[in-house]
Each structure stands twice: as C-alpha cells, then as structure tokens.
C-alpha cells in the first residue's frame, strides 16, 4: 500500500504531498520514536531510573513535480500557518500528530526538479481517531440491540459497549450529547469496577453537549444555534467529568434518563509511538 501525508491547518485546509498533487517526498526521517534513557549500574546489572521523551523531529525531502509553481503553493500554505499543523500519515490506517513547521530549505535543482528539505518538530504522540456511537431511543421491553462498530443502540434509555483503547497512555475523549436529556451520565468500567465517570445536573430538550477532555483544550460547553453557552458549573463535582480512557479491554455505560431520543458521541483520541 502506497504512504500518504498530508497537512492540515486549524482552518481546515489540506496540503496533500501526493504525485497527483505535484509532489514527490524522500528520505522521511522520524516516524518513530526515540527516548532519553538514564541508567543506574549494580555490579553487572543496569537499572533504568529515568525515561524522558525530547521533542521528536520529522525531516523528508520536497520534489516539486510543477517546480517553481509547486515551491511556491507550499510557501502561500505556510503563509497561513506554520505551527500546531496536524501531518496525517496513513498506511493501513491513519494517524496524525500535531507538528510545528520549523525550516524548508532553499530549494535546488535535483534530476531536473526542484527539490527542498523540510524539518517539522513533533508535538504529540501520534493520534489515532476513533468515533464510538450511541442511539437511544424510548424503552421496549428493556431490550437493548447490539450492532457492530460504530456501535449503534436503539430502543433504550441507556446504552452499553465494549471497547478496547489502544496506545500508549491514556486516550483523550471529545463527547458530544444531542436531543433530550435529564441529568445525562457516563460510567467507564474495567472488570465490573467503575474508574472514571461523568454526570451533568442539566434537564433540556433538543440540547446539544460537548464535553472536551483533551490536555489543553478541557471544558463543557452547551449550543444553540451558534449561541455557545459554558456549563462548567453544571457538572457534578463528585465526578471525574474529563473522561480519560485507559488502554485496555473497557465497558462504557450512558443513561439519558428520559426517553426522548438521544445521540451520545464519543470521539476517542488514542496516542501511539508511531
């Protein structure tokens, strides 16, 4: 399977590093990851007693198939925005990791192209998007129908899935509640015992919720419309609220607590070497 990258800014614009596009890209370096280690010796035996992760670099060279015309579309993207870029890479899935643009090179003539170098600096773990999805809808009978991924529960006013989180440290999650609710909650499970959970003390009908969990962007906004409303101190304190999901085999229960219909989304953000 062909690699792909891409990047893409906080407006939403894309610039694809494709053949189809005009580019050509070689020589990657930093895909992966690299530690810091510190040691402690005893006799013939090193213990390590210090891990730390530096700021990882991504390099590759830039043939610009259109030459000047190609060099200078980068330069007019780059224009807008060099910093908290996301680069997409994607193989047999896809994953992204937010990067800085820190140096191209003076592009130079090679085999008849132009061709530069870029050097982009690694926020972030590579992030790997995962949607989990709730449909519930008003009780009958108390059934609760199953449905593969991405998890679809009709008939019920509260709703149950497994889910195994991947990565290497905890997943961020984005939860995004629509229609009626009364005081919506969520319990993360691992082996029958809760260890996170979420509950807002709000009744409203055709409401839409969104709770952010992510590091640097953590709150819980009410919409209406394009009115935006901050329900921080709606939430109950007597729980954990910014979900954080462990990576492991886990069991996610949501109860509306009305029988209006209900959507409950989960975006899960998993973080992975590489």
Do not use: C
């Amino acid at each position: 399977m062909m690699r792909k990258f891409y990047i893409e800014n906080s407006k939403g614009q894309k610039f694809d590093f494709s053949y189809y596009s005009g580019f050509l890209i070689s020589k990657i370096t930093g895909l992966g990851f690299s530690y810091n280690m510190s040691y402690i010796k005893y006799d013939h035996i090193f213990h390590g007693v210090k891990k730390d992760e530096p700021l990882g670099e991504i390099s590759f060279d830039i043939i610009f198939l259109n030459g000047y015309e190609g060099y200078q579309s980068l330069i007019e993207y780059l224009n807008i925005e060099t910093t908290n870029l996301k680069l997409y890479y994607t193989t047999t899935d896809t994953k992204f990791v937010y990067v800085d643009f820190v140096n191209l090179s003076k592009s130079e003539i090679a085999d008849g192209h132009l061709k530069s170098t870029a050097i982009l600096n690694k926020k972030t773990y590579w992030i790997k998007e995962r949607t989990l999805i709730l449909n519930l809808d008003q009780t009958i009978n108390g059934k609760i129908y199953p449905y593969t991924y991405p998890f679809l529960y009709n008939q019920t006013t509260g709703g149950k899935v497994r889910i195994k989180i991947g990565g290497v440290t905890k997943a961020a999650t984005v939860i995004e509640i629509t229609g009626n609710i009364k005081n919506p909650s969520l319990e993360v499970k691992q082996n029958n015992n809760v260890i996170t959970s979420m509950k807002l003390n709000i009744e409203k009908n055709n409401a839409r919720i969104v709770i952010s969990s992510i590091p640097n962007e953590q709150y819980i906004k009410s919409y209406n419309g394009n009115t935006e409303e901050d329900i921080y101190a709606l939430q109950d304190f007597e729980k954990d609220n910014f979900i954080l999901l462990d990576p492991s085999d886990l069991e996610l229960e949501y109860n509306s607590e009305t029988n209006g219909e209900t959507t409950f989304k989960m975006f899960i953000y998993e973080y992975h070497l590489g």
